[in-house]
């Protein structure tokens, strides 16, 4: 009896500890994010946060920060998308059409097709193919009205339709001539491949963005610049395209953009800036543009350090419930120390670390409208990323 339970015993252990291993062996295979659940533990770190869990801010790239770098505040200004361009739209009419008028038959097909109501529509044209060797004066009718009527020879086609024509649905005719004395003989056109095309011109060609200056910032004032980056995203009819900016209706920059991407940096009369809400307008005479990570940077008498100005709505504050607001850095990945204050409208966060990233909850000190970063560094470092947002 003894024997037999020490045997039992070893059993019950042995099964005891193999279900152990392949628990754990479970829980270390798990990805990340599931075994903090399962675990009850939470990452105190948000380098990379996927885009439906949070709602962004700001963002900005201070890059190196250092007590001996000269600083200013960048106002950040939303991005802008101007364009001019025309952009098709093909609808097939039919594969193959035969149309034919003799003295004993004839053959007249009507097509349908719905067009969409805009006001960007600029033109209009029916497109085929003749196939055969045709006789006779082809016809076209759209919505009763004749547009074409023409001896046509073989090959492709390419004909504007009136635009005052053309009514939500529409009926194309075709016909041909009657051969009239030759009685014996059949006019016929044989049609391949007929469709409709649409040119809408899409037009946005101006857009401006208002960011504010206060009244200290600009009593002190000495300097501004605007950055922005320029995208193009389709080819342009000419070289180059005209691109004009304006402070307050004043004009800043005029010149020539060609269709690459590239950063651009001009510098901006500081006695155009006013105190209070400043209007800054984009123009373009052609072609399609993106211009992103708009910022004027100021600098003034006594700048130590550099700030960084972010807008939080009602609506963000109204929002927030269990949320938070959350101060995200990206450092550089050297380990050294970097030893900054973050002043936040006044509230101080200390920040040492040698870790490639920082996060600190702000909830408490941001107010509705302008808030304000301020970075003081107590060491040299690099900053790559600096980004605002509720979690």
């Not at 969409?116 to 085929?128: M, N, R």
């Amino acid at each position: 009896m003894d024997k037999k339970g020490e045997y039992e015993g070893r059993a019950i252990g042995a099964l005891l500890f193999i279900i152990a291993f392949f628990v754990a062996l479970y829980v270390l295979l798990l990805p990340p994010a599931d075994r903090d659940i399962l675990l009850g533990e939470n990452s105190t770190t948000s380098s990379t946060l996927s885009s439906s869990s949070y709602k962004e801010l700001f963002t900005a790239t201070p890059g190196l920060i250092t007590p001996e770098k000269e600083f200013g505040t960048a106002h950040d200004i939303g991005s802008i998308n101007l364009f001019l361009k025309t952009e098709p739209k093909i609808l097939k009419l039919a594969n193959s059409l035969t149309i034919s008028n003799s003295l004993f038959s004839s053959s007249s097909p009507k097509l349908s097709f719905e067009m969409e109501s805009s006001t960007d529509l600029d033109k209009v044209t029916l497109f085929f193919s003749i196939v055969n060797e045709p006789t006779g004066i082809l016809s076209l009718k759209i919505n009763g009205k004749e547009f074409f009527s023409e001896t046509s020879l073989r090959g492709v086609k390419i004909i504007e339709v009136p635009i005052t024509y053309l009514e939500k649905n529409n009926k194309i005719e075709v016909s041909v001539s009657n051969p009239g004395v030759l009685f014996w003989k059949k006019n016929k056109y044989e049609l391949k491949e007929m469709g409709i095309k649409q040119e809408f011109e899409r037009i946005n060609t101006n857009e401006n963005r208002m960011f504010t200056i206060s009244k200290s910032e600009k009593q002190v004032l000495d300097e501004a610049t605007l950055t922005f980056y320029q995208f193009c995203n389709s080819p342009i009819p000419s070289d180059s395209a005209g691109l004009r900016i304006l402070m307050n209706d004043k004009e800043v920059f005029r010149g020539e953009i060609r269709c690459i991407s590239t950063k651009h940096t001009v510098g901006i009369d500081s006695n155009l800036i006013v105190t209070g809400t400043n209007n800054l307008v984009f123009s373009l005479d052609e072609g399609d543009f993106s211009f992103n990570e708009i910022s004027l940077n100021t600098k003034s008498e006594g700048d130590e350090f550099s700030t960084y100005i972010f807008q939080v709505s009602s609506t963000d504050l109204n929002e927030l419930n269990n949320k938070r607001i959350i101060l995200n850095l990206l450092l550089d990945s050297s380990n050294k120390n970097k030893n900054a204050v973050l002043r936040i409208n006044g509230g101080d966060i200390f920040m040492r670390t040698t870790a490639d990233s920082f996060e600190a909850d702000i909830t408490s000190l941001v107010e509705q409208g302008s808030n304000f970063i301020t970075i003081q560094p107590g060491s040299t470092f690099t900053i790559n990323g600096l980004k605002v947002f509720i979690k």
